[in-house]
C-alpha cells in the first residue's frame, strides 16, 4: 500500500483528467483541507475515505502519531512505541525502522513480523511490519535476547562526551556535563588540571547504558575551591577516552 504525493508543475493542480495525475501537496500542509490516500497494489489504484488535515493537540483530525519507551538510538536492548491511527482507514503494510543495541543472538518482535534486519554505524537495525489499525492504537516491541558479542572497537566508538555548560564557568556557579554509554559498563569522569594531575571525580563504577549527567562546582576531591585557569574532563569508559576543555574564571 502506499500514499501518492506528488507535484507536477505543468499539470494545474486537481487537474483529474492530465497524466501524470496532480494531487499536489497544499491539500495536506495548509489545515484547511480535505484530502484522500490512494492504494497501489499490483497496479490498482484503489481511493480510501476522505480525510481532514489540520486539527490541535487536544482536538487532532485524521493523523497518525508514535511515542517511544526509550531514545530509539542503538542503545537499547528493548524498546517499544505506541502508535495512534487516527485515520478512518487502517494500513495493513505498515514499517517502523527500530535501532537496536548490536550483538543479540535474536531480536523478536511484539505484535509484528520482522522484515529484515542490518548492522549500520554501530547499531542494529530491525525493520517490523505491523498492521495500524482502524481510528485504533498499537504498541510494538523488539527486544534483544541471548548473548552479546560485540567488538570492543564497536562499542568504544558509540562512547560519547559532550561539551561542559556554561563554559568558561565564573566563581561559585556549577557547570553539567552529559555521557552516554551504548552498554553498561565501567566508566570514570574526571577533572584534570593542566599538569595531568587529578582535581576531582565526577563519576565511577558501573554506569547504565544511555545517557548520563554529571555537574561540577569548581572544587577538589576535599572540597576546596580550585585556582582559576583551565580544566581538562576527561571520560574513560569501555576502552574509549573522551576529553573535553573547561576555562575556569576566578
Do not use: C
Amino acid at each position: 500500500d502506499g500514499a501518492i504525493w506528488g507535484h507536477n508543475h505543468g499539470v494545474a493542480e486537481g487537474n483529474r483528467t492530465a497524466k501524470p495525475f496532480n494531487l499536489g501537496l497544499q491539500s495536506v500542509i495548509d489545515g484547511k483541507r480535505t484530502f484522500r490516500l490512494f492504494r497501489v497494489s499490483n497496479g490498482v489504484i484503489t481511493p480510501g475515505p476522505m480525510h481532514h488535515a489540520g486539527g490541535t493537540a487536544t482536538t487532532p483530525l485524521d493523523s497518525l502519531s508514535m511515542s517511544w519507551n526509550a531514545p530509539n538510538n542503538g542503545t537499547a536492548a528493548s524498546i517499544t512505541t505506541t502508535v495512534v491511527n487516527r485515520y478512518g482507514e487502517a494500513f495493513e503494510h505498515a514499517r517502523i525502522v527500530f535501532h537496536m543495541q548490536p550483538g543479540f543472538a535474536t531480536y523478536t518482535a511484539t505484535n509484528g513480523t520482522v522484515s529484515q534486519e542490518f548492522d549500520h554505524d554501530g547499531m542494529h537495525d530491525v525493520d517490523v511490519d505491523f498492521v495500524a489499525p482502524l481510528n485504533g492504537t498499537i504498541q510494538v516491541s523488539v527486544n534483544g535476547s541471548g548473548s552479546v558479542d560485540v567488538p570492543p572497537g564497536v562499542l568504544a566508538a558509540r562512547v560519547q562526551l559532550g561539551s561542559p555548560a556554561p563554559n568558561p564557568l565564573v566563581r561559585g556557579g556549577t557547570a553539567t556535563v552529559t555521557f552516554s554509554l551504548p552498554v553498561s559498563g565501567e566508566a570514570r569522569l574526571a577533572v584534570y588540571d593542566v599538569a595531568g594531575r587529578e582535581i576531582a571525580r565526577l563519576a565511577g563504577g558501573i554506569a547504565a547504558a544511555g545517557p548520563h549527567l554529571v555537574r561540577w562546582d569548581g572544587r577538589d576531591a576535599a572540597g576546596r575551591i580550585v585556582p582559576g585557569g583551565l580544566y581538562l574532563l576527561r571520560l574513560d569508559a569501555l576502552g574509549a577516552r573522551r576529553a573535553v576543555k573547561l576555562a575556569l574564571l576566578r
